[in-house]
């Protein structure tokens, strides 16, 4: 429970600087708890570690609407549910944190996050962050395998009427990823013309299908008369020397300056 003064002076600027979105406090009797991100069933609460205020991990609720099991889905429970006496505490499948002050902070789904070496990234943070430019309608945050490696993948619907080209577009993208600890580095982005949407609600991006078609568009297309292409550029937007041109994720011909002799 939050009111909007509080968003208004307080938790908006946050959110807009990649703290994730801030839900409020718990409303009794319900009870919140955040535990350590695990993809697998959880039997019994002691066997969930609960993560310190600020960390960032799944959120479990209990109380008088939080159900003992799914109808005849035993795997579902099983994944979604922790007994804790006669308690039921039940995954959300959201991640997010508590604050100091007990406020709930929503961050994603758990199964929409983007796992790297050094770092997760969650949906939430990244895309409130980007859709700050005043060119942006929305973004999404997608996993994408590219050139044969999974990549976090920003997917961007424009604002109506904005017509910045999108080699702009994307640096200045890149440029205000860089002001924030939730999306520095961030720096490959596609431009998807209405991104599609759960059609109960039309607003829940359908992420799963978004990284589908951005791999594809930024799946590395080779000349047919160039069977051997020389990376020669492994920027933001890899370029690879062909026989008779040059060509880039995303499938735009660049023209060789060098022409067949290269």
């Known amino acids: 429970n939050v009111g909007s003064a509080q968003v208004l002076g307080e938790t908006r600027a946050a959110t807009e600087s990649g ?3 801030c839900v409020g406090r718990v409303v009794a009797p319900n009870q919140v708890r955040v535990i350590e991100i695990d993809d ?3 039997a019994e609460w002691r066997l969930a570690r609960e993560v310190a205020p600020f960390v960032v991990g799944e ?3 209990a109380g008088p609407t939080a159900t003992e099991s ?3 889905r035993p795997e579902a429970t099983a994944l979604a549910k922790i007994r804790d006496g006669e308690t039921i505490w039940h995954r959300m499948g959201d991640v997010g944190y508590l604050d100091d002050a007990g406020r709930l902070w929503y961050a994603g789904r758990k199964s929409q996050r983007v796992e790297l070496a050094d770092r997760v990234l969650f949906t939430a943070p990244v895309e409130e962050v980007l859709n700050t430019h005043p060119a942006v309608r ?3 945050l997608v ?6 490696a999974f990549e976090p993948v920003v997917c ?7 017509a910045t080209p999108d080699a702009e577009l994307f640096a200045e993208l890149a440029a205000l990823a860089d002001r924030h600890a939730a999306t520095k580095g961030l720096a490959r982005f596609v431009v998807h013309p209405a991104f599609p949407v759960d059609v109960r609600h039309n607003a829940k991006i359908g992420r799963e299908a978004l990284a589908a078609w951005a791999e594809g568009r930024l799946e590395v297309q080779v000349p ?3 069977p051997n292409p020389i990376p020669i550029s492994m920027g933001r937007a890899p370029v690879y020397a062909g026989a008779k041109g040059l060509e880039f994720r995303g499938g735009q011909r660049l023209v060789d300056p060098l022409g067949p002799s290269r």
Do not use: K
């Not at 961007?156 to 904005?162: D, I, L, S, T």
């Open 19 to 21: 703290a994730g979105v």
């Open 40 to 42: 697998a069933p959880i």
């Open 59 to 61: 959120i479990c609720v």
């Open 70 to 72: 799914y109808f005849g």
């Open 138 to 140: 929305r973004t999404a």
């Open 143 to 148: 996993r994408a395998r590219v050139g044969g």
């Open 156 to 162: 961007v619907e424009r604002a109506p009427g904005v």
């Open 224 to 226: 047919r008369d160039c």
